[in-house]
Every structure is written in structure tokens, then in C-alpha cells.
């Protein structure tokens, strides 16, 4: 059965750092996984995402040279360094591993989500 655990959100200030955890289980290989946000009211994007295999990675305008994600397929997780928060970072964060191919950042490529993990940054 295949599921996914994100932990590590929380609350800091701006400019401050989190780091996000997402374990993964039920594949026998560490899949590609996405990082993705939703804030109230808008629509959940995808933030982060790692291939499958480890070589490339991708990530939204909005958090290059921010945010960076990464992966130990020993430990079947997948990492999300966040820098310099910014309020508009203000979200909750899903992991998810996707299933099709296609753009890398349309959630409907991705079968298995965890059940989120909030982050909050005030000014």
C-alpha cells in the first residue's frame, strides 16, 4: 500500500528557513515526487519536483533559488529546503508521487498524496 508522511512544517518569521520531510512507502524504487502547496482560496500549485532516478529537478519560479529538493533512496524520502520564507509561502504542503507523464507540475500526474503539513510565515 502506498502512502506518503510529509512532517517539519510550522511558524517563522520572514526570512526565516523549514525544512519539509515526505517518507514514502509501498514502491519498491523511490518515485518521482512533487512538492505542492495550496493557500485559502487559491489554487494548490506545485512547488518542487524530484524525477525519479535523482538526476532533475524542478521548481517554480516563484521559489528558485529558495527552496531545494532532494531525495535519499535508502530512506525513501524526499526533503524541501526552504529559504528566506516569505508570508506568500503561507500554505499547506502536500507531497505526492506521481504515476503518468507530462508536465511535471499538473497534479493530476500524481495518484498518492500525504496529508499535508502546514507552514506559516509571518512579516
Known amino acids: 500500500q502506498v502512502q506518503l508522511v510529509e512532517s517539519g512544517g510550522g511558524s517563522v518569521q520572514s526570512g526565516g528557513s523549514l525544512g519539509l520531510s515526505c517518507v514514502v512507502s509501498?514502491?519498491?524504487?523511490?518515485?518521482?515526487v512533487g512538492w505542492f502547496r495550496q493557500s485559502p482560496g487559491k489554487k494548490r500549485e506545485g512547488v518542487a519536483i524530484?524525477?525519479?532516478?535523482?538526476?532533475?529537478?524542478y521548481y517554480a519560479n516563484s521559489v528558485k533559488g529558495r527552496f531545494t529538493i532532494s531525495r535519499d533512496s535508502v530512506k525513501r524520502t524526499v526533503l524541501l529546503q526552504m529559504n528566506n520564507l516569505k508570508p506568500e509561502d503561507t500554505a499547506l504542503y502536500y507531497c505526492?508521487?506521481?504515476?503518468?507523464?507530462?508536465?511535471?507540475?499538473?497534479?493530476?500526474?500524481?495518484?498518492?498524496w500525504g496529508q499535508g503539513t502546514q507552514v506559516t510565515v509571518s512579516s
Open positions: 524530484t524525477m525519479a532516478g535523482g538526476g532533475t529537478s
Open positions: 509501498g514502491y519498491t524504487a523511490l518515485p518521482t
Open positions: 505526492a508521487a506521481r504515476h503518468a507523464g507530462g508536465d511535471v507540475f499538473d497534479e493530476s500526474q500524481y495518484s498518492y
